[in-house]
């Protein structure tokens, strides 16, 4: 408080010295990363706060960080935020075992995977700020942790035309290029905005095994050699057109569309006692699709209310041919998913008197799923691989919440979500019910501002994980002559409870104690079965899985010159399963991750940044599975010019390869080491220019969070 109460002072008296003597030169003061004000033969620089605390959600000023960064999309911009670590492409929030990313407030329907490239197509000069919750409310439709990108949204008093165009190309092992244009127009009351993105994507896979299965009482020895290309060309196309009206009503109508064709070619050599060998060449190749049409009322009054629908396909497409000494096995798949998914939703919310806040509402969401696949082994249909089912989802929620502000420094949030779920699966004249429940969910946020530089939060949540809607089929898939991934109709849906306490020191440094509790965890296993050499990839719940951890944030810097960030995350991490296959399994371990990310100012006329970053993670598990350590190495040199219009980012992932963890199984009779061969060191060039004063506009993402095939 001290140090506020003396820059307050000088700031009186600098403004005195101004107004007495008006005949010297008229100064200014700008606020970047620092608060700069220039007096008479006097500078003084105020550090402006990471982070801040608004209603409970820890609210970061994006502008600010990601300055002189190497960064050029929102999903780059997540990875600058305190607590958010990024391993594969794959984003956490220490302290949560699992997180929500929302845009602009509204949850995705799209897959993790559609979501990422979603971020990836958003110029990081169109994200305002972020906001972070350890217990979401649910007046955003989801529950748990939460990630909330907030896109810049404007209208203007004239006419204005701004955009982006951004061209860049990547060499992993193979060459690859992205390119997006983004156009944004603006009036008084009306906005458009039309983008446009293309990603032509090469990937080099590779495994190498060595399994030691039990059969018919004889220990065998299996060398496998997997190597691969895999070739993805996908468009995303989006038009939003919003309204403002004269009493500050809003309403939107958003068009998204994504457009996919990839083809993957594999070989395997697998070796049987170094004895017979089989050469094993897998080809699949398809198309898929997906077309979203959202429609959204924001009222003055506190009322939301919208529609959405999706319709997605997929239509992948194998050949697999197994060659040995003596026999050529080929096996020909054609499979397909269609998805037809409808949802509504009205959102109310009352602000009262003293402080409070009540908000309720409901969500009833409609899914249909048919999906099929035509196997032939050597031209004759295989049953067990062959299927065509319809799986048909209703979830209909409730929700009831308050928000009270009881002082300047403390605050309350809390809510209780009540959500019935039915899934039913049909199977030529036989019709299954695969789950049929209703479930609870609490909701407790709670904010405690000690002083300006102290805040305490305590966070208690509840959500559900649905599994994926391929991985309740009946299916089988086929890798090679002795791995395959299998379907699994007796997925359930998980459960996650979280709890965690933050305490934020000087706005900046973050220190947080968390447990998380998941009965049900969904997680993919392998088991070598006892009757035949024959090892299966498939998804499984486990009992539960629990974790209990510590993590501190620790951001520091040197003057103008140095700008870092210090993470560093340990836990208890244990995981039950009383009945996989065969198997019951009871394992934990203490887990831990440190990482380093250093921005470097190394000129600011010209304006050139440069940021070294790193990571380290210890041993975990999965399942049965041990996972060895990773650690990466990045690095990047961003040059902004031309009034800072253009921007040249020169950047190098993981340099040395090494953020893929090897995967070794020894629990009971299941042997096996899998070494993956990484394909993760990226070396990139990217142009960007805006023009117009470029600011990017809202988008809306689609939820398809359980489509696509990925077997």
């Not at 009945?579 to 921005?599: A, C, M, Q």
Request: proline share 4%.
């Amino acid at each position: 408080m001290k140090y506020i109460v003396l820059f307050m002072m000088l700031l009186i008296y600098s403004l005195n010295i101004l107004a007495q003597n008006n005949t010297q030169k008229q100064y200014t003061y700008r606020i970047n990363d620092t608060t700069v004000f220039k007096l008479p033969e006097v500078m003084i620089r105020g550090e402006l706060p990471i982070v801040k605390v608004e209603k409970g959600r820890l609210t970061y000023n994006v502008p600010q960080l990601i300055k002189g960064k190497p960064v050029t999309n929102a999903f780059e911009t997540l990875k600058e935020l305190p607590g958010i670590l990024e391993q594969n492409e794959i984003l956490s929030l220490v302290g949560a075992n699992s997180v929500s990313i929302l845009i602009n407030g509204e949850p995705t329907t799209l897959t993790y995977e559609q979501l990422i490239n979603t971020l990836k197509s958003i110029p990081a000069s169109k994200v305002s700020k972020v906001e972070v919750m350890y217990s979401a409310p649910p007046q955003y439709n989801i529950r748990g942790a939460m990630i909330n990108v907030i896109l810049q949204k404007s209208t203007s008093s004239e006419n204005n035309l701004e955009g982006e165009v951004a061209a860049g190309y990547k060499q992993r092992y193979y060459g690859s290029t992205d390119g997006r244009v983004d156009l944004f127009y603006s009036s008084l009351r009306f906005t458009a905005d039309v983008m446009y993105s293309n990603d032509w994507n090469q990937r080099h896979v590779g495994e190498d095994m060595l399994a030691n299965p039990s059969f018919q009482n004889y220990k065998y020895g299996i060398i496998q050699y997997n190597r691969g290309k895999s070739n993805i060309d996908t468009h995303n196309v989006r038009a939003d057109m919003g309204y403002n009206f004269t009493n500050k009503d809003r309403i939107d109508l958003t068009y998204s569309g994504s457009f996919d064709q990839g083809t993957t070619n594999r070989n395997s050599d697998t070796y049987f006692n170094q004895q017979s060998m089989v050469q094993t060449n897998n080809k699949v190749d398809g198309s898929s699709y997906l077309h979203n049409v959202r429609l959204e009322y924001d009222s003055h009054w506190g009322l939301k209310a919208g529609a959405d629908y999706t319709y997605y396909t997929d239509k992948p497409r194998q050949t697999l041919q197994n060659d040995s000494t003596d026999n050529i096995a080929t096996t020909h798949s054609q499979s397909g998913q269609k998805i037809n998914k409808g949802l509504f939703f009205a959102n109310q919310t009352l602000d009262l008197s003293k402080g409070w806040e009540i908000n309720f509402g409901t969500t009833i969401a409609l899914s249909t799923n048919a999906s099929y696949a035509n196997t032939y082994l050597n031209d004759v249909i295989d049953p067990a691989s062959t299927f065509n089912d319809v799986q048909k989802e209703f979830v209909s929620n409730a929700f009831a919440g308050f928000t009270k502000s009881f002082s300047e420094r403390m605050s309350l949030q809390a809510s209780l979500s009540a959500e019935y779920y039915k899934a039913t699966e049909k199977s030529v004249d036989k019709t299954t019910t695969l789950w049929d429940n209703v479930a609870l969910f609490p909701s407790i946020d709670f904010s405690y501002v000690f002083n300006a530089t102290h805040i305490l939060q305590f966070s208690l949540s509840s959500d559900k994980q649905y599994p994926p809607y391929w991985y309740l089929n009946p299916t089988i898939y086929h890798l090679n002559v002795y791995s395959e991934i299998d379907g699994n109709p007796k997925l359930k849906p998980s459960r996650e409870y979280d709890v965690s306490i933050n305490y934020i020191f000087r706005k900046k440094y973050v220190l947080v104690a968390y447990a998380n509790y998941m009965p049900d965890f969904i997680i993919q296993q392998s088991y070598q079965t006892p009757d035949q050499l024959r090892n299966i990839f498939q998804y499984v719940n486990l009992d539960y899985n629990r974790t209990i951890g510590l993590s501190c944030i620790i951001p520091f810097k040197i003057e103008n010159v140095l700008n870092s960030k210090l993470t560093l995350d340990g836990m208890d991490w244990a995981e039950k399963c009383a009945d996989f296959y065969d198997i019951s399994f009871e394992r934990h371990i203490l887990f831990g991750t440190v990482e380093l990310e250093n921005n470097i100012n190394l000129s600011s006329k010209p304006n050139i940044k440069l940021n070294l970053s790193g990571y380290y993670t210890t041993k975990a598990i999965s399942g049965i599975n041990d996972l060895g350590t990773t650690y990466d190495v990045s690095t990047g040199i961003t040059w902004d010019f031309a009034n800072e219009n253009a921007k040249l980012i020169l950047k190098g992932t993981d340099l040395f390869n090494s953020n893929s963890p090897s995967v070794s199984t020894n629990y009971r009779n299941q042997k096996s080491n899998l070494k993956i061969i990484p394909d993760h060191r990226i070396i990139s060039l990217t142009f960007i220019y805006r023009f117009g004063g470029f600011k990017k506009e809202e988008t809306t993402p689609i939820d398809k969070a359980r489509f696509k095939n990925n077997m």
